[in-house]
């Protein structure tokens, strides 16, 4: 089965092959895995042992599934993502030299003008509501605004 | 902005976004839709909106110990065929136990996914049995967690908000 999914600009194409486990079940999964067959794979899902099935899987399987074209990539392996003390943060290196992303700087100063707008119709919108929570509803705008411009053809 | 009407509070600020493609060729049966609202960083939040998608958990690609994932973890309203106010109220309830736009990940990226079959649901093995279970099954409901291991070529975004905190 073949899923297409994406934006005009970039399109992912993901195939996917049936696998038969006799549950009557339609799965679906990576070309590299679907020759997989282990014993631990019964029909009745709610029986797995996916913890150990998932150590069989890594150790019998025959292609290395970061081979595997069919899947989509992660933001680890793009280096999108970097680790910093033991969690993941945005590369923002790698996003300086990806064409239309701005810098941090660059996204905050650029968004003032849409930020403006954004409170004026808001607060108009939303009178009371607004006034009650002003200080929040500020700071989740400008959230909002900072995010847009960081791609600004978003 | 968006209001939880039940409690006449002000829940996010969400902008909707262009239509996703997304097309499949030999159409399944689908057996179940979630909504899902996945909180993350602006800047992967910009390059999600970029590509329509949510792209997998990331995993280590030079570590053997770990395989590839092909999903991501989100939370998640099950039974959502369509983005309504409803829905769309009930999934960024859900999001905002877990963050807001003053955490680590101010925003969150909502979302329609559709499962081929009725959801996986794991008790125990947390993460490693989540990415297992998503290699055959589209849908995987962690109970311990509370949260959703979608695959990623089955969801395509919808929405992009800013959470306030609750509780106001």
């Known amino acids: 089965m073949t899923t297409i999914l994406g934006r005009p600009s970039k399109v992912h194409t993901v195939i996917e092959y049936q696998y038969h486990l006799g549950s009557g079940a339609q799965l679906w999964t990576l070309p590299s895995l679907v020759v997989f067959r282990c014993p631990l794979l019964t029909p009745d899902l709610t029986q797995i042992d996916w913890f150990t099935l998932y150590d069989m899987i890594r150790l019998r399987r025959r292609v290395p599934l970061l081979q595997d074209s069919s899947r989509i990539q992660n933001a680890f392996e793009l280096r999108r993502i970097m680790e910093q003390q033991q969690g993941r943060v945005p590369n923002l290196e790698h996003y300086s030299r990806l064409p239309g992303y701005l810098t941090p700087e660059e996204s905050k100063r650029h968004c003032q003008s849409f930020l403006g707008f954004l409170t004026h119709d808001i607060s108009r919108g939303h009178g009371t509501i607004f006034d009650q929570h002003e200080v929040h509803i500020r700071a989740a705008i400008r959230v909002m605004a900072e995010t847009i411009f960081i791609r600004p053809d978003n | ?168």
């Open chain 2, 1 to 168: 902005m968006f209001t939880d009407d039940r409690h006449n509070m002000p829940l996010a600020i969400v902008a909707k976004l262009q239509l996703v493609i997304f097309e499949q060729r030999h159409r399944p049966q689908i057996a179940q839709h979630i909504i899902f609202g996945h909180d993350t960083n602006a800047w992967t939040a910009a390059s999600c909106i970029e590509e329509g998608l949510i792209r997998p958990s990331a995993v280590d690609p030079t570590d053997p110990s770990w395989l590839a994932a092909l999903g991501f973890h989100t939370r998640g309203v099950v039974g959502v065929r369509n983005v309504t106010d409803r829905s769309l109220t009930d999934v960024l309830l859900r999001a905002q136990k877990y963050a807001n736009y003053g955490s680590a990940r101010p925003v969150c990226l909502v979302g329609l996914t559709v499962g081929r079959q009725t959801h996986a649901t794991i008790h125990q093995g947390g993460v490693v049995s989540e990415h297992c279970a998503n290699f055959i099954c589209d849908i995987v409901h962690s109970q311990k967690e509370k949260r959703w291991a979608l695959r990623s070529h089955l969801s395509r975004l919808t929405h992009v908000a800013v959470l306030l905190p609750p509780n106001l």
